[in-house]
């Protein structure tokens, strides 16, 4: 079965960093684009950041600057650093995968609660 699971929330103080981890299970990790994606309580869910499997990053205007996606082949994870977290950044974020051809993100893990208190 193809998944994906996420680990590394938690509670942090504003200013504070935590780094999130993503584990995929299959055979096609290395030929997937990969993402994180939050959902904060009450909100729509919105694109935090994404690479492809060249390599090459994307961010969300709000994380740009302050979080890192990066990604290890070798070990079928995806990771995001996350830098100078505030309250805004409170969130459950979620890890998803596609191929490069496909237009929306159809594998999703369960997601990992962000809490940055004040």
């Known amino acids: 079965q193809v998944q994906l699971a996420e680990s590394g929330g938690g509670l942090v103080q504003a200013g504070g960093s935590l780094r999130l981890s993503c584990v995929f299970t299959?055979?096609?990790?290395?030929?997937?684009?990969l993402a994180w994606h939050r959902q904060p309580p009450g909100n729509k869910r919105e694109l935090v950041a994404a690479?492809?499997?060249?390599?090459?990053?994307s961010y969300g205007d709000s994380v740009e600057g302050r979080f890192t996606i990066s990604r290890d082949n070798a070990k079928n994870t995806v990771y995001l650093q996350m830098n100078g977290l505030n309250p805004e950044d409170s969130a459950v974020y979620y890890c998803?995968?596609?191929?490069?051809?496909?237009?929306?993100?159809?594998?999703w893990g369960q997601g990992t609660q962000v809490t940055v208190s004040s």
């Open positions: 998803a995968t596609k191929f490069p051809g496909e237009a929306a993100y159809m594998i």
């Open positions: 299959g055979s096609t990790f290395s030929s997937r684009t």
């Open positions: 690479i492809t499997r060249g390599g090459r990053s």
